[in-house]
């Protein structure tokens, strides 16, 4: 019934757009959407799975980027890689949210991409978070330095207001790459490489969002202790980044988990059985 309703309402409204009686088909620019959606789908399903090294920063491109990156933008990026907090989240946390002597950032609000404050996106991002004494002492620094603002927010624009994502990408994130030779070439719309006038190869940074920030930093929860990283559990995992149901975070770094079938932890593993 409902698709007859909307099969002739469609009609209807065609028929009034060529008499000039109506300026769009709203009935078409829902197909047109729902269309679109499945595109959407369809083209997350051919990307597939994080990869690291083109998605997720390696430890060594951190390493460069922490070498390189200047002014105010570098206490955002270090809580940025060693918490995992969401653009929105860092926009909008307050100085009263922080526990330096305990070492946790309690997640209470965000800043939306219209700068207004707010509540987390669900109840599940209302979390704490723990850090070490590299951030610690880093954010007990910035506190010395940082811009006034009536909201206490830890990282404000010059005038004490809700940063803008684009200036923490195009000023912060990008230049710290791109000083840092965290880059790949610049090709044109043949997928050819890129040449300046003087014949030298263009580059572009690598990674163009915050977001690349937050896969790092879930890479190295999950990573095991000899990889460098923290070897922790599916659920803590879930709790650190926020997310809503354990199910999202195995679709999205479900892959990273350590398999436990590797042929030396098998050939351990019989060892002791048989000892």
């Known amino acids: 019934m409902i698709r007859k309703v909307i099969g002739s309402?469609?009609?209807?409204?065609?028929?009034?757009?060529?008499q000039g009686l109506a300026a769009r088909n709203a009935v078409r620019d829902l197909r047109r959407?729902?269309?679109?959606?499945?595109?959407?789908?369809?083209?997350?399903?051919?990307?597939?799975?994080?990869?690291?090294?083109?998605?997720i920063?390696?430890?060594?491109?951190?390493?460069?980027?922490?070498?390189?990156?200047?002014?105010?933008?570098?206490?955002?990026l270090i809580t940025a890689i060693f918490t995992g907090l969401r653009a929105s989240e860092l926009r909008g946390l307050r100085w009263k949210d922080i526990d330096l002597n305990a070492g946790e950032i309690h997640v209470r609000q965000r800043a939306d991409r219209f700068n207004d404050i707010g509540k987390p996106k669900s109840a599940a991002g209302e979390r704490q978070v723990p850090f070490g004494?590299?951030?610690?002492?880093?954010?007990?620094?910035?506190?010395?330095?940082?811009?006034?603002?009536d909201g206490d927010l830890v990282f404000p624009n010059g005038e004490g207001n809700v940063e803008s994502l684009a200036n923490i990408i195009n000023r912060g994130l990008i230049p710290a790459q791109?000083?840092?030779?965290?880059?790949?070439?610049?090709?044109?719309d043949k997928g050819k490489p890129k040449h300046d006038d003087e014949g030298k190869p263009m580059v572009k940074a690598k990674y163009t969002g915050m977001h690349s920030l937050r896969h790092f930093y879930a890479s190295w929860l999950i990573n095991r202790p000899e990889q460098g990283?923290?070897?922790?559990?599916?659920?803590?995992?879930?709790?650190r980044l926020g997310h809503s149901s354990i199910t999202m975070t195995y679709d999205r770094y479900g892959h990273l988990f350590p398999r436990g079938d590797d042929a030396?932890?098998?050939?351990?593993?019989?060892?002791?059985l048989l000892a």
Not at 62 to 75: F, M, S, T, Y
Not at 133 to 149: D, G, Q, R
Not at 229 to 239: D, S
């Open 9 to 18: 309402l469609g009609s209807l409204l065609a028929d009034a757009q060529e």
């Open 33 to 55: 959407n729902r269309r679109r959606g499945k595109d959407h789908q369809a083209e997350k399903r051919q990307k597939g799975k994080l990869k690291v090294g083109e998605d």
């Open 57 to 76: 920063p390696i430890p060594a491109e951190i390493k460069a980027i922490l070498a390189h990156v200047r002014g105010r933008w570098r206490p955002l």
């Open 133 to 149: 004494k590299f951030v610690a002492n880093m954010l007990k620094e910035w506190k010395l330095a940082c811009p006034k603002s």
């Open 178 to 188: 791109l000083a840092a030779s965290v880059n790949v070439p610049l090709r044109d």
């Open 229 to 239: 990283g923290l070897g922790l559990t599916p659920k803590i995992v879930q709790e």
């Open 264 to 272: 030396e932890e098998i050939e351990a593993a019989e060892r002791a």
